[in-house]
């Protein structure tokens, strides 16, 4: 029977806390701080908000932890706690200002799709308009679609993996994930045309 | 092919070779060539998202974490403290309110501060009557003998026993 060492010693972490003991806490933290940094920093895209937003995210999870009942890995169980409390943030938060991608000739923006298409390395100027781009597309998007958006295309969970967290069937994540990357597309056709 | 499936496997295969079927597609039809055009631009973008550097973990994140938790902790006790000498206080000053109502209510009729009941009074009543022509109770207002004065005043008839 596969039990890895780290699940098992995990579980006993968990256990204890549910039985009061806080200080195991602190050890279920660092085993999981670096993933629900990223998690808030790709949604969040505030260097300087992460480290409050994750706190709260932990003492939601200490709070709540009661209720876990080891159906779901902690993980998941905590990655499902992140993603609503960002989703809450992520409808407060004002929209994004203008992109460098505008700032492009024709010629430039026309040369930068080819080489995104052709999936050839980009320079590192052409990294960062177009990483810029995705930002602000997603700043704008919906906090429902960004959220989906940056768990399958910055954090590459699963399809399967993102249904678990958002409480979601399957094919409900599939039909939500298509919607998000077409209306992200269509935001970027008005903002050409604008051009 | 229809449009919708053909966007759909572009989005998906991501870094994979697309079908044949979904290439032959994208040559016919110009708004999906321009969607898979627009897609690849955006997905470039995301992976490049992806690739940014995660904020470092801060020294003592989880001691910090643990710290204000305990200090909630803390928080919620002395609340519950306060409503429960507040709850104790009111329960005391309820029961206090009782017994003196009850007292009041149980306590009997005579004493220095009650009024005396309507009998005895009806009876004070008749003495008073009775012995009003009384010269023995006479009114003390006009005796000789009246607090504050030291004898039988001049021209006054009442003789002392």
């Not at chain 1, 806080?22 to 050890?27: D, Q, R, S, T, V």
């Not at chain 1, 200490?62 to 992140?82: D, E, K, M, Q, V």
């Not at chain 1, 590459?156 to 039909?175: F, G, H, P, Y």
């Not at chain 2, 995660?54 to 803390?74: M, Q, T, Y």
Request: proline share 4%; net charge positive; aromatic share 8%.
């Amino acid at each position: 029977m596969e039990n890895p060492p780290r699940d098992a010693q995990e579980v006993e972490w968990i256990k204890r806390v549910q039985r009061g003991e806080g200080e195991a806490f602190a050890l279920l933290i660092e085993l999981h701080e670096r993933r629900v940094r990223a998690l808030v920093f790709h949604l969040v895209r505030r260097r300087d908000e992460v480290e409050d937003i994750a706190q709260e995210i932990f003492i939601k999870a200490f709070r709540g932890i009661r209720s876990y009942n080891f159906r779901s890995s902690f993980g998941t169980w905590l990655g499902r706690i992140a993603a609503n409390h960002c989703y809450d943030y992520l409808r407060r938060e004002q929209k994004a200002r203008v992109s460098y991608y505008w700032q492009m000739s024709e010629e430039g923006s026309r040369k930068l799709e080819e080489a995104a298409e052709k999936r050839d390395a980009l320079t590192a100027e052409e990294e960062v308009v177009v990483r810029d781009l995705a930002d602000k597309l997603l700043a704008q998007a919906p906090a429902g679609d960004r959220m989906i958006l940056v768990l399958k295309e910055i954090e590459d969970q699963s399809v399967e993996e993102i249904a678990e967290v958002l409480n979601l069937r399957v094919n409900t994540v599939k039909v939500r994930l298509h919607r998000a990357r077409k209306r992200m597309l269509q935001q970027l056709k008005k903002w050409r045309q604008r051009r | 092919m229809r449009c919708d499936e053909a966007r759909e496997s572009v989005e998906e295969l991501r870094g994979d070779a697309l079908p044949a079927p979904i290439r032959e597609h994208l040559v016919t039809c110009a708004a999906c060539a321009a969607y898979a055009r627009e897609w690849r631009l955006v997905e470039a973008g995301l992976r490049a998202l992806a690739r940014e550097p995660v904020p470092a973990a801060s020294l003592g994140f989880a001691a910090r974490v643990v710290r204000r938790l305990e200090g909630l902790a803390e928080a919620g006790r002395k609340s519950e403290e306060l409503w429960e000498r507040a709850g104790r206080r009111f329960v005391y000053a309820t029961l206090l309110l009782a017994l003196t109502t009850l007292l009041v209510l149980l306590l009997p009729s005579s004493g220095p501060l009650r009024a005396p009941p309507t009998t005895e009074a009806y009876f004070a009543g008749l003495e008073v009557a009775a012995t009003a022509n009384d010269p023995l109770f006479a009114d003390e207002a006009s005796s000789d003998f009246a607090p504050g004065r030291s004898g039988p005043t001049e021209g006054s008839s009442a003789k002392p026993r």
